[in-house]
């Protein structure tokens, strides 16, 4: 595994950002694809904002944004509703830890992450890349993103 945590080590420092498929398994993939339809028709999801510099808010813009969010809060985490996207969670902080360990120059000072969020997108739903909480969008250090694959559902 240290070739793999190398080729992505150098992926990071090439790119700025890793993507990897198949993070977690197709059964875990079906378990959080249920988990999160479960949570948003029980209305725990809200339509995402983006912030606005003109009234310092964060507002709608749906023709910029229109999925929809939830963060996954304390509450939430202790609810046992989300085993799946947990483990998926964890999968990801595990791939973090052991970037930060091959890249102490790049990624040394990541201590902590924020709460996880979780996405909705009905079909035409719009969305714009951006950058979340107090980042500086001009000094972008780089993201680890988990894609799913869509391809095993018609969502």
Known sequence: ARSQVSALAD????????????????EHCTGAHAEIIRADGEGL??????????????????DRRSDRIFWLDPVAVDSGCFHSVLDAVERMDRIVRLLRDALPDELGCVVSRQRPMLSAYDEGA????????????AHDE??????????????
């Open 11 to 26: 992926m990071f420092r090439h790119r700025h950002f890793v993507v990897l498929d198949a993070v977690i398994s197709d």
């Open 45 to 62: 999801f809200e339509v995402s904002k983006v912030h606005s510099s003109q009234s310092n808010a964060a507002v709608a813009v749906p």
């Open 126 to 137: 719009r969305f714009e890349r951006h950058c979340d909480n107090h980042c500086d969008a």
């Open 142 to 155: 780089g993201d680890l993103t988990e894609i799913a694959d869509s391809s095993a559902t018609d969502d």
